[in-house]
């Protein structure tokens, strides 16, 4: 089918090139024109994805009407907070039941919903068929054809079987879970963990601090995925404890980057002022830590990444106090 990736980041732009590399006709869209003209020209994208050589078959597109003619398939890859916004803007575009498959990540600011919600609420009027792709996956690992496995979660099973053919390679492997939501809100909350392991790492506290958050994150993870409705077996798959191990340990995460450095000193402004792409991970820890005051559900180190983050907690401090909870049972 062909398929319109929205967001030529280094995920969006691994994305687009692995399909029409793979045969699938494929349009990548973009706002930017320079990161446009610069695939067309060069078959790059030097500011997001350096290095990659891509697809010939690939097209880019700054026109969305183009971009979105005749495509089947609409895979947003677009930053977690604008997805709303982009497609209001597009909905007119759109067929009356578009296949909408998501691998942004994160949790609406404000409203506090995940996004298959967003996506619901921004087409209202039509009747989108949701999907979402999460799993441990770097862009620059997929882009080079590294054996990679993630998750596809889709309440329809026709479509999702459909997807999961539509989006395998012989290096990309997808698997099929109903439990959309479940795959969703792993997604979120291990970008957020990945800071409060990268902080850990920053402030030297070793490979027993960095096991025990990615352990004790999975109980997190868990906690809120079961309250919002997803499925405890979700969690203890690849977008769960795999997204979780690989974002906690990969320095090619950049969520991990942003809380190395704030481990090491540095000043949250500074270090996002430097940064080429968003670390959904930063703006995720406020609407997780929003959700977890409405819902009631006890989340210890979102907590903590959130004083971190926005009440300038110091970060030793934070693990601390992490550290000095009251003694509980696992």
């Known amino acids: 089918m062909k398929t319109a990736v929205l967001g030529a980041g280094a995920w969006g732009t691994a994305l687009a090139h692995m399909l029409a590399d793979n045969g699938v006709e494929t349009v990548l ?19 997001y994805l350096p290095g990659v050589n891509l697809s010939d078959r690939l097209k880019a597109e700054t026109d969305i009407e183009t971009a979105l003619d005749g495509a089947q398939c609409h895979l947003l890859v677009i930053p ?41 609420e921004a087409l209202e009027g039509k009747r989108p068929r949701y999907a979402m792709l999460s799993g441990p996956s770097f862009a620059a690992e997929v882009s080079r054809k590294l054996p990679t496995s993630v998750s596809l979660g889709c309440e329809d099973h026709e479509l999702g079987r459909e997807l999961q053919s539509a989006l395998s390679t012989q290096f990309f492997r997808v ?5 959309f939501r479940g795959v969703e809100l792993g997604g979120a909350v291990k970008n957020v963990m990945a800071i409060a392991a990268g902080i850990a790492d920053g402030l030297e506290f070793g490979h027993d601090a ?53 481990g090491q000193g540095r000043s949250l402004d500074d270090i996002i002022g430097e940064m080429n792409a968003v670390a959904e991970g930063v703006k995720t820890t406020q609407s997780l830590y929003d959700l977890s005051q409405r819902l009631d559900v006890v989340l210890p180190i979102t907590e903590q990444v959130y004083k971190i983050l926005y009440k300038g907690k110091d970060p030793a401090r934070a693990v601390e106090d992490l550290m000095n909870r009251e003694l509980k049972d696992e």
């Open 29 to 47: 869209w973009s706002r930017n024109q320079s990161v446009v003209d610069d695939i067309r020209e060069n078959r790059l994208n030097s500011r």
């Open 80 to 120: 977690s907070q604008h997805i709303r916004s982009a497609l209001e803007e597009f909905r007119d575009l759109l067929p009356d039941n578009p296949i909408i498959v998501c691998a942004s990540k994160g949790i609406e600011l404000g409203t506090l919903k995940p996004l298959s919600k967003v996506v619901s």
């Open 175 to 179: 698997y099929f879970t109903p439990d």
């Open 210 to 262: 960095r096991a025990a958050i990615i352990t004790r994150g999975l109980a997190e993870m868990s906690r809120l995925g079961l309250a919002m409705g997803g499925q405890q077996r979700t969690f203890m798959g690849l977008s769960g404890i795999g997204d979780l191990v690989l974002t906690c340990t990969g320095d090619l995460s950049r969520n991990r980057q942003v809380g190395l450095k704030l």
